[in-house]
Each structure stands twice: as C-alpha cells, then as structure tokens.
C-alpha cells in the first residue's frame, strides 16, 4: 500500500541543504547493453544467437553454450517474485540514506532470475512485471512492480528514485511563445507541477490566452545571458525540472543562403540558448539532487530528429541542433554528479507554422508534450516523438547511408 | 573676420554657458529593435558578453565583447542605407563628410499629437505653421519630430498590433518638400525609424527612407531627451562609427544648446 504523496513542507530554515549521492556506478561493457534498454524504456536482455537462452546479468559468452553471440534483445517482462529482502542499514552511502530499502529475487518466465528494486505493493510469489530503470547514477537497474495497477503506483518511494515525476515539482518550460511550449506548458500543470514559463521580449505582442492558465509567465531571453542569469537569480534555486524547447526552425540549406545573419540566429537562439540556460540554471540544480520530494530531477530538451541526421532543406536548422545533441551529453554528464538526469527528445516535423508546407505526417505539440510528461514519469532518457522521428531512429541504426541520401534528395 | 576660436566653444561649455543634453538610448538587450517577418534577416538586438570581470578570466580587467545591428538602439542611416541612395557617392558611414556629423537642429513639437494619436503623422501644413513662429528652416539643418516617444515602456514604444507597427511619422509630402524645398540635413525621431509605423502602406512607401537616402540626407532614431531641447538653435554632434561601407551606425548624439 503506497500513501498519495504529499506537497512537500517549505524548507526548514536552519538545516543544510542534503547533499546529492550516487547509487554503485560501475557497469561492465557488457552491463552497458542494459543502460541503452534502459535509456530508451526498453525492457531488453541478452539473447544467446545459438542457444537461444536470455542471460542475466551481462555475461561476455552465453553461461549455456559458450558462444559469444549475445545480443540485446526485447524480452518478456513478466515473472514471479521469488523472495523479498528489506535492506534496513546499507553499507552504502546513497541506499543507506534511503534504507529501509526492499530488494528482491525474480523468476523471469523468460529464464533468469534477476535481483530486482521492489515497487511497495510486490508480494511474494505473486507475478510482476520487471522493467529497466536509469536509477540516479544514470546506470541500468532492474526494478519489479505488481503486474498489476495499484493505488498511487507511481508515488512509491524507490519508484520516484527510478524517475522523475513532475507532480508537486517545480517546473521552467523555457519558451512560452511557442505552441510546444504552451502545450508543454499546460501538461506539466495537469500533472501536478507548479509552471512557470519564460517570454522573449515582451515588448511584442504576447497573448498567453487559455494556453498558459496556471502557470507563472516570466521574462526569459535565451539568447540573452543576461536575461537568463537574472532569471536563475529569482528561481534558479527551485527549478527542480527545466524543459528547454527552444524551436527556432528556419528552413534553407547551406550554400543556397546568403551570408550568416539567420544562420547566426539558429545557432543563438538554439545553441547558445542551450549554453546559457545550462550555466544559469545547472549548478543549482546539480547542488539539489536529492533535495527532498521536490528535489531538482530533470533536464529535458525537445530536439528536431534531423539533429541526428541533415535534412539539407532543413540544413543549418538541423546543425545547429546537432550542436545541442553533443553539448547535451556534456550537460548529462555533469549533471549526473546531482542525480539530476537528461532527457532528449527528438521529434519529427511539427504541426506548426515552420512546417506548413511539409506533407504529414507531423507532429501535434500536444503530443510533445505527453511524451515529455510520460518521459518524466517512466524515467527514460530518449524519445522518439511521431512515426517520422521512430523512422528516422530506425534507419539510423539499420543503415546511416541511405538516410543521409534520402534526406539529401 | 578672423576664425572663431574653437576654445572659446570649450570654454563654454566648461563653464556651462553651453548646456550639452545627451539624446541617446542607453544600448541594452531588451531595447526594442526594427521587426520585419521572421523570414527575412533580422537586425541584431543588443548582447553583451562579459569578456572578464577581475576573475579567473582576467584577474585585473572588465570588458565585454558586444554584438548589435548597424540599426539597432540610437543610430545613423546613410544614404546607401535604401535603394534611393545606393549609388550616389560617399554614401556610407564611412565615406560621409566629416563636416555633416556637426549641424544645427530644429525641433518640431508634436508631442500632443503623438500622445493622442499614435499613427500621428506630421505634415507639410504642420511644419509651415512652426516655420510661422520660428521661421523658415535654413539649408542644411537637421529636422527633429519630437514625441515623447522615447518615454513610453518598451512594450508601448514598439506598439505592434495585429496589423503592424503603430508610431507616428512623416507623410510622403512633407519628406519630399523637406528635402527639395528646405534641403535639409536629416531627419531625427524618437522611434525605431524615420518612418512611420504604417509607412509600408504609404506612397512611396517608406518616404523618409525614401527621400532623404535617395537625396543624400541622413536619418536619425531612437532619440531621447528631445523635450530638452529650444525649437532651434542646438547644434547636433552625430558621428557615426567608421564601419567599412557601412549602411548605418549606433552612436552616441550630443545636442549643444545655450544653457
């Protein structure tokens, strides 16, 4: 039985703000198949290509036959909860401060048997169903929970260290102009967050309308580092989730434009909006990962999938937001030390003005802003938003080349 | 005659027999710039980048790099700045005769007007009747349209509505009559142009552009601090950074008035 959680009591004056520790990071190569399953909310194990047998945990040959051909492979989630253990004094830092801390053994119907996180409501020698979760060191962790629902599933205590829920946080979408940002924006309030939202020069016309009900709209320039370090010296200190959806999409190739004043732009608005808000917002943010319920928890960037890949009409849109891509994994590594995790999502055209004339499918903003609520409460660190982003995702990985002379045509 | 003694104007000043008033817009990223549809190239707001601030970057030192429009905050437009101008000679801020960057200025008062109407437009009739109380502008001075724009938020100095910008100008008359008729030097504003808000709907459009630059005259905006200013009688010093075929300039505008 899991209590609802409750909207966290304002600070104590006097208590120092609790340091941020990490769960056992180290992961061997083979370990790091889990973490990607992971990242992308995939419950994946390795598959012996000769035997056919699941292993668990990561081996370098199959414990079965031998043979070294073991893949990352979906596999069913279901199994049985074995025994159920209750840590009460960890040696370990991160799980001591968090102990009593349950544990478990699963039979997967797969084959393994897998030591596991507990969900509260697991009861021994019921079914459950086992997921991998990116726990605060950003590594790979298998946790079970009832196979079933249960009442305030998602507000279980261990459960919340796997993710990063937006209820009773502090949330900054970054652009209140856009339609992402203002479905994003309306989302994160119907999920129980307290929002506020960042306006470029509000010197133009600005109607937040219906869109942006409940939510707090403040100055925010990205582009800006004034504007943005003024912004953090208000609330940089109870930003516990910043969703960064910049959009500043321009269509044009590279040598069809003239000069670089737009292409400046991009990279201003989008990179340099990125630099910004990352050295105004990321070091507290990094100090107050494991500030209570509503500690700081996440970072989440909406991203175009053509950062992953050119779209020449597209072109220097897409390079700049490839800039963002790398400078991401920078900001995911050092905001790691805080527990503080990094989602990317990456989206296919938008249902917007920018996009009007590319043929469907696209992309609504509400849809994006679903993802990133279901991103923040299942606790992955990819998404791919819409069946052109799932496409592009796929054929990247099955053969780079083609797409890069599909894009180009 | 003999010269006049350039030090006697120091010494004026010096003992505030001259008063100097200052017309420019402090230069800061939220000031309000010139705004066209997003898919034409946008003129540069002001940012500033702190270089170092007697840190770890420069233990000793504060400087910034800064970034900004040639239109951006108080600034110059030459005449290469439009088509009408594109080819006469020393046409950019860096060709233009030293000896325009300090001419005498008359300011015409239609601050009452601006304030109830924001598609204000000034008219040949309204500068013949200043020219009855102040007499006929001479050759080669600046005309000012005072406002008290520039006292206005940001928000209502830009003034974008639905169908555009709405800040008062100059008709397409009295640009032309101003130029041919009273050759001036320049025309100077408190708002983001020398034209009006509505001025692309004008014939010609854009006529202070249109007729000064073509002319070879210059423009002045984003002027503040004109309501410190006699009707004439100040002199303006307007000099341009020397930007290598520059279409235009931030600058810092000094007006010399008797105190």
């Known amino acids: 039985m899991v209590e609802p959680l409750q909207q966290p009591e304002r600070r104590h004056p006097l208590r120092r703000t609790r340091q941020p520790s990490l ?47 073991l893949k990352l492979t979906d596999a069913p989630n279901g199994g049985i909860l074995v025994s159920k253990t209750v840590v009460r004094v960890p040696a370990d830092v991160y799980f001591r401060e968090r102990a009593p801390w349950r544990i478990g053994m699963v039979k997967l119907d797969c084959g393994p048997t897998v030591i596991a996180h507990l969900h509260a409501d697991c009861r021994e020698a ?91 709209v403040v100055p925010l320039d990205v582009t800006d580092e004034r504007s943005v370090r003024d912004l953090a010296a208000d609330i940089g200190g109870k930003v516990d989730i910043l969703i ?10 590279l040598i069809g434009r003239q000069g670089t004043a737009t292409i400046m732009d991009e990279i201003s608005q989008t990179y ?75 989206t296919g055209p938008l249902d917007t003005e920018w996009f009007q004339t590319v043929p469907p499918p696209k992309v609504a903003p509400k849809a994006v802003a679903k993802a990133i609520v279901s991103a923040l409460e299942s606790g992955v660190e990819e998404v791919f938003v819409g069946d052109v982003a799932e496409d592009v995702r796929q054929r990247l990985e099955a053969n780079p080349k083609a797409l890069e002379r599909d894009l180009g045509a | 005659m003999a010269a006049p003694d350039p030090l006697d104007f ?25 705004v066209l549809p997003p898919e034409f190239g946008q003129a540069a707001p002001v940012r500033i980048r702190e270089i170092s601030r007697y840190d770890g970057r420069g233990p000793g030192w504060y400087w910034n790099n800064i970034t900004l429009g040639e239109h951006t905050g108080t600034h110059f437009d030459a005449p ?20 325009h960057m300090i001419a005498p200025a008359c300011v015409i008062d239609c601050s009452g007007e601006a304030a109830a109407d924001a598609d204000f437009l000034l008219t040949r009739a309204h500068v013949e009747e200043w020219e009855e109380d102040h007499g006929r502008i001479p050759q080669g001075h600046w005309v000012l349209l005072r406002t008290d724009w520039s006292k206005r938020s940001p928000r209502d100095y830009a003034n974008l509505k639905e169908n555009g910008a709405h800040t008062p100008g100059p008709d397409a008359d009295v640009m032309k009559w101003l130029v041919e008729e009273r050759g001036i030097l320049g025309f100077g504003t408190e708002t983001i142009g020398t034209d009006a808000g509505q001025a692309s709907h004008f014939e010609p459009p854009h006529p202070a552009h249109h007729f000064l630059h073509g002319a070879g005259r210059y423009g002045l905006q984003c002027l503040c601090n004109l309501d410190r200013l006699p009707p004439t009688g100040a002199i303006l010093i307007t000099a341009p950074l020397k930007i290598l075929n520059g279409s235009g300039s931030p600058l810092r505008v000094l007006a010399v008035t008797r105190a």
């Open chain 2, 10 to 34: 120091a010494a004026a000043i010096a003992t505030g027999a001259l008063r100097v008033v200052d017309l420019t817009a402090t230069l800061t990223p939220d000031f309000p710039v010139i």
């Open chain 2, 80 to 99: 290469i700045h439009w088509y009408t101008g594109k080819d006469l000679p020393n046409n950019a801020v860096d060709t233009l005769p030293a000896e």
């Open chain 1, 244 to 253: 960064n959806t910049g959009e500043h999409t321009r269509p044009g190739g």
């Open chain 1, 23 to 69: 769960p056992p990071m180290g992961r061997s190569r083979a370990g790091m198949l889990l973490t990607r399953a992971a990242t992308e909310g995939r419950f994946a194990l390795q598959r012996c290509g000769e035997c056919g047998a699941f292993c668990y945990p990561a081996h370098d040959v199959c414990p079965g036959c031998l043979s070294t051909d």
């Open chain 1, 272 to 346: 340099l909006g990125f630099v910004h808000l990352a050295q105004a917002f990321g070091p507290a943010m990094r100090a107050r990962g494991a500030d209570g319920v509503d500690s700081a928890a996440a970072w989440v960037n909406v991203f175009s999938v053509y950062a992953l890949a050119n779209w020449a009409a597209f072109g220097t849109t897409s390079a700049a937001e490839a800039a963002c891509v790398s400078l991401s994994h920078c900001l995911r590594a050092e905001l790691r030390a805080g527990g503080v995790r990094v989602v990317n999502l990456f």
């Open chain 1, 126 to 216: 019921e079914p459950v169903r086992l997921s991998l979760q990116l726990d605060k060191a950003g590594q790979a962790a298998a946790f079970a929970r009832p196979a079933g629902d249960t009442a305030n599933a998602a507000d279980d205590r261990q459960w919340r260290e796997m993710t990063s829920p937006p209820k009773f946080r502090r949330v900054l979408v970054t652009n209140g102009r856009s339609a992402v940002g203002q479905a994003t924006a309306a989302a994160l309030v119907a999920a129980g967050a307290k929002v506020h939202v960042g306006i470029a020069e509000p010197w133009k016309p600005f109607e937040a309308g219906k869109a942006l009900e409940g939510c707090t």
